[in-house]
């Protein structure tokens, strides 16, 4: 009995601790999930493309109970899949009035940007694949176009967890000559 007593002991102390930590800190600000290595995101991902951020729109959703938005892009190029030349692509949070909600690891998008996105078809939109991991973000720099990732907030787990804590830039060019590597060998 005395053993059981110290093992709950602990817990509640366990606990309290947690509790106490996260009222110091405010919010917990990281999302913890499995780190996608590029053949699995090509591999999981129903349709990849290239194209401009036109814009987005967030909204309630009450039956979802939750605020989403959603951005609409003009498609430059399908690596894979195919489809119409703007698709909507549609993400957990926003902001409608005074109403903000904040998914960390959820992918955020500028008008007006270039992106390479890798994802799942939905009914009448689509979802990025492994959340920001299936966003990359096209810019130009003074070593040439460039492609990241945003990975704040994010927490990796299993193989490859090591790689996305020292993942960087990677050229364009690269990155869609290996996308299309992968593409088709997949065929």
Known sequence: MRILASRYGRL??????????????????ATVGAYVTMPTLVRLSEVIVTGTVLGQQSSYDAARRHVYTRTVVHVSHYYKGEGPSEIVVETVGGRVGHMEAVSIGMPTFTAGEDVMLFLHPGPGYFWPAAMSQGVFHLQSTHAGPTATRDLRGMAFVGPGADAASHETSVRVEDLEALVTQLVGAAR
């Open 12 to 29: 509640v102390v366990l606990a309290l601790a947690l509790v106490a930590a996260t009222l110091v800190h405010g919010r917990a600000n």
